[in-house]
Nanobody
Framework: QVQLVESGGGLVQPGGSLRLSCAAS??????????MRWYRQSPGKQRELVAG????????NYADSVKGRFTISRDNAKNTVYLQMSSLKPEDTAVYYC????????WGQGTQVTVSS
């Protein structure tokens, strides 16, 4: 059974940093086969794509709102994808979800990130 488990969320002041992790297990194919993404959803808003990374980490993409502040990376040996978030703003407050894609999509349960003073 596929599991994506996010961690690293919490409360941080504006301008601060957090690193989210997503540990994957139970895939039919090797972890490196899957494209990985981070999404987020704030109350009353649609879930939006924050960042994505290809299966070999050679390609990444970011939402305009996080470019230059967030970095997505992956460690295929550890079956883990990361989202390093810096210069956090109150509008980054959301539940962050890990997503894996190959033939179908898989979702984690999400981790709350709150940016507030």
């Amino acid at each position: 059974q596929v599991q994506l488990v996010e961690s690293g969320g919490g409360l941080v002041q504006p301008g601060g940093s957090l690193r989210l992790s997503c540990a994957a297990s139970g895939f039919t194919f090797t972890f490196s086969t899957y494209g990985m993404r981070w999404y987020r959803q704030s109350p009353g808003k649609q879930r939006e794509l924050v960042a994505g990374i290809g299966n070999t980490a050679s390609s990444t993409n970011y939402a305009d709102s996080v470019k230059g502040r967030f970095t997505i990376s992956r460690d295929n040996a550890k079956n883990t994808v990361y989202l390093q978030m810096s210069s956090l703003k109150p509008e980054d407050t959301a539940v962050y979800y890990c997503n894996a894609v190959f033939l179908r999509q898989y979702w984690g349960q999400g981790t709350q990130v709150t940016v507030s003073s």
